[in-house]
Structure formats: C-alpha cells, structure tokens
C-alpha cells in the first residue's frame, strides 16, 4: 500500500528460478531495504546471504523458517495454503515493528488481502469436495505442498521424484517407471512445471499426451499477466 515501496527481483516465469544467478543490480537493489523478504530452504541463498551481509541489516523474514522448514525439506512453500497465512501474518507484523508510526494500516492491509484470497480459498474446497484422492504425477515438487492440501495422491515415481528434487537427472529406469505410470493409468492429471528445463520433461508431457492424460501447466513464479498472487493461483486451480 501507500506505506512501501516492494522490489521484486525475479518477475518473469521464463527463467528457472533455481539456476538463477543475481546481477549486480540485483544486489543493489538490496542496499536501501529495510525489510527483505526471502524464501530459505537453500533455495534462494544468494538473497539471504546478500541481506545479512548489509549493515544495517535489514529485517528478514524467512518463509521456510516461519513454516518450520528448512535445507532439505521441499522449498516451495508459497503453494501451500497454509504456509501463505503464515508468512503473511509474520510479513505484516515486521512491517509494524518497522513502521509503528502508522498504527493499525498494516493490519488493515492484511485483512483485506485476506479478503481477496476468497477465490483461493473457494477453489481449494471445490477440489477437496469433488476430487478427494485422486491421483496426481509432476514433473518437479513445485506442486506438492499443494497437493497434499487438496489430499491428492501424489503417485510420481520415487526415483524421478528425488532426482527432481536434488536438480540431477533422473536414471533410465526412473524415466521409464514414469512413463509406464501414465500409460498404464496410474495418474489422473500431470502436474508439469513449465519452469524445468530439460528434454526429459518434454518427454514426460509427450508421454502423457500420448495416453491421454490431462497436463496441467503450472509456474514457480506469478504467471506473466496475472495481476495478484490469488489470480495466479485461482487460474491454475480451475485448470486443475
């Protein structure tokens, strides 16, 4: 609102954010932050270590902290719903500590944000009324705070899984058991990050179109021309 100026440094869904590497502009744009919010879980390193190297050093909040995440766990947090509340809650109360002067704005600010992630909220009991337990495959573990909160079954091979979430390439065999796990029914959607780069991705999407599985595309960051992070989200729930 009227009471920050936010930076956002990866704004395109284009880029992997994984492999991304900050340019010197990034860097300074840290420099006059009196609040800097990363993600944590190794995840975005260089932002954390950028920000606890500037003196003064600025607030941080870390969203895996907040959610009692950390190296090693799943670092996508801002799928699941729960997680979302919780960093907002521990955003909006930095923001009063940083800023107390203006009383009772940020909570203000809060409460109607709350109010716009109706649509979220919405979407996500439809999916838990109407589709409890089906199954779901992804090609990366973007997705998967929010499949446990829609209580999908995350059939993914478990190979190709932890591969994924080690950014190495899957073995053969794991690429196969994928494969025979969509031809063979074992899938109801797949879930494909179109953020991951790789042909062995691609691959898994041809598989999938060939059997007649259902793709659904999702992004690791706001989707290009959506306007909100509620938007974003509501677009690839109906899509799911």
């Given at each position: 609102?009227?009471?920050a ?19 010197p502009?990034?860097?300074?744009s ?29 607030v941080?909040v870390n969203?895996?902290?907040?959610v ?20 907002a ?5 930095q ?26 909220r ?6 838990r ?16 705070n929010m499949g ?7 059939t ?10 080690n ?31 790789g ?26 021309g ?14 799911l």
């Amino acid at each position: 609102g009227a009471c920050a100026a936010v930076t956002t440094i990866i704004t395109s869904s284009a880029l992997d954010p994984h492999d991304y590497e900050p340019s010197p502009a990034d860097i300074a744009s840290f420099g006059d932050a009196e609040l800097v919010v990363v993600n944590g879980c190794d995840y975005d390193h260089w932002a954390d270590e950028t920000a606890r190297e500037l003196d003064p050093r600025p607030v941080i909040v870390n969203a895996c902290e907040v959610v009692g995440k950390g190296d090693g766990d799943n670092p996508h947090v801002w799928y699941g719903p729960d997680f979302v509340v919780a960093v907002a809650g521990a955003v909006t109360e930095q923001l009063q500590s940083v800023l107390p002067s203006v009383g009772t704005y940020f909570p203000d600010r809060a409460a109607a944000w709350s109010a716009s992630m109706q649509g979220y909220r919405d979407e996500i009991a439809r999916i838990r009324t109407e589709f409890p337990g089906r199954t779901y495959a992804a090609t990366e573990s973007v997705f998967d705070n929010m499949g446990d909160a829609l209580t999908l079954e995350n059939t993914t091979p478990e190979g190709f899984a932890r591969a994924a979430a080690n950014e190495t390439d899957p073995s053969p065999g794991d690429v196969q058991a994928f494969d025979e796990l969509l031809t063979g029914g074992g899938a109801s959607v797949l879930v494909y990050n179109v953020q991951t780069e790789g042909s062995i991705p691609q691959q898994i999407r041809g598989t999938a179109e060939g059997a007649g599985v259902p793709v659904v595309d999702v992004t690791e960051t706001v989707a290009e021309g959506a306007t909100s992070f509620a938007e974003w989200q509501v677009s690839q729930l109906q899509a799911l």
